[in-house]
């Protein structure tokens, strides 16, 4: 079917090219974040990726109370801004609650609702309500054809600039699994989807005071989207994972990256051909 294309800055969700998100899981500081930001900015001219920058200003979902969150709301948002006027890159941050949509808005071309949250109306509402593109990861609890409700709210606020973003499954206890099936069913909506690499390897509170993960199987499960005919890929990066405040057991080193877009972009062009 017919999929609506997404545009932000110069990057198409559902153009027939691939499209990556990627960044640090959290905003640390303004001086890593930027540093990352134009790696990475490097890495997709070399490779002609097209890229939105990710980062956090606040992960209000953190397994413990004493994990590193951010900077938080008016702080991260500079931080952003700064990065995109530094960059030109188009970015997308998370939002928790509804009064953060607005602000986050005038910066972020992308409003992300995190998969915890994607059901809960007022946050869905206000994302539309800015006319930024919204995207939406599919809660671990849901199928994939649950994501309709989903789209039926953002789209009440006559937005239909909506991504749909699969992040894995909930298999028993500390456990994901990633179905593949999922992509080409949400697909069906006429929305563009992307895959959330990092995300989906994840082992939810697995560590005890925070969330752990089988980082190395990233890649290959983006391999796999890829292949099943996802738009775009979603990933956290980190120059030295084993130190980041936030997801360290998930995130792809940075000097990993390259390669990883290389290998994806030669898979995305044998299935569109």
């Not at 990861?137 to 789209?155: G, R, S, T, W, Y």
């Amino acid at each position: 079917m017919n999929i609506s294309t997404v545009k932000v800055g110069g990057v198409e969700f559902g153009g027939g090219a691939l499209a990556f998100m990627a960044g640090p899981c959290v905003i640390e500081s303004r001086d890593g974040c930027l540093a990352i930001a134009k790696s990475l900015l490097e890495i997709s001219r070399r490779t002609g990726a097209q890229l939105v920058f990710k980062a956090s200003f606040d992960k209000a979902n953190r397994t413990s109370i004493s994990s590193f969150r951010g900077p938080g709301l008016e702080k991260g948002i500079e931080i952003l801004r700064e990065v995109k006027e530094t960059t030109g890159l188009p970015i997308v941050t998370d939002i928790h609650e509804p009064h953060q949509a607005a602000p986050a808005a005038k910066v972020a071309d992308i409003l992300q609702i995190p998969a915890f949250l994607c059901r809960q109306t007022d946050l869905l509402i206000a994302a539309g309500e800015t006319g930024a593109a919204v995207n939406v990861k599919k809660a671990q609890f849901l199928a994939p054809e649950d994501m309709a409700n989903v789209i039926a709210k953002i789209e009440s606020t006559g937005n239909k600039r909506i991504i749909l973003t699969e992040r894995g499954s909930s298999f028993g206890y500390h456990n994901l699994v990633a179905d593949m099936r999922s992509l080409p069913i949400m697909r069906d909506f006429g929305y563009p989807v992307v895959f959330d690499a990092t995300h989906s390897v994840q082992r939810p509170g697995g560590d005890g005071t925070c969330t752990g993960g089988d980082g190395k199987f990233a890649p290959l499960l983006a391999r796999a989207a890829v292949a099943a005919g996802c738009d775009g890929v979603f990933m956290e990066t980190h120059p030295n994972p084993p130190e980041a405040l936030s997801d360290k057991a998930n995130a792809i080193p940075l000097s990993d990256i390259e390669a990883l877009w290389r290998k994806l972009a030669a898979i995305h062009d044998i299935v569109e051909r």
